[in-house]
């Protein structure tokens, strides 16, 4: 479905069973556009701080990638949550990885069962 596309699982140690899992890569015909196709958490992890790390991980990973703008459209994966509350946790998101040198803009309108996170790196380029 997507090109260049990576997983990373987080697993619970007893069981081994997954906890959370995000897929990143390429946007669908934008070659120069990174997303994050897929997050996943389970509900009892929500409030284990997992989150944003794991988050920020595939942000750096698709950094590492040379994509300077990146996309995530958040699904409301009901009935674990509401669509006010998945705002808030990509505004947590995008309010941190903003402290990172992002820039972002959330579109919580257009759609009732997505928010959209689409995020610009404002960082000038480091040099070896």
Request: contains cysteine.
């Amino acid at each position: 479905l997507y090109d260049n596309s990576f997983s990373i699982d987080l697993r619970e140690v007893k069981t081994h069973k997954i906890a959370a899992q995000v897929t990143y890569g390429q946007e669908l015909d934008q070659k120069d556009v990174g997303s994050i196709h897929y997050f996943y958490m389970k509900p009892a992890f929500f409030s284990k701080g997992l989150g944003y790390p794991f988050f920020k991980h595939a942000i750096d990973q698709l950094t590492k990638l040379g994509y300077k703008k990146i996309t995530w459209q958040a699904l409301v994966q009901k009935p674990e949550m509401t669509r006010a509350g998945l705002h808030e946790n990509i505004k947590y998101f995008a309010q941190h990885i903003q402290k990172e040198g992002f820039a972002y803009e959330i579109d919580a309108t257009s759609s009732t069962d997505f928010v959209t996170l689409s995020l610009t790196s404002v960082c000038p380029e480091k040099k070896s």
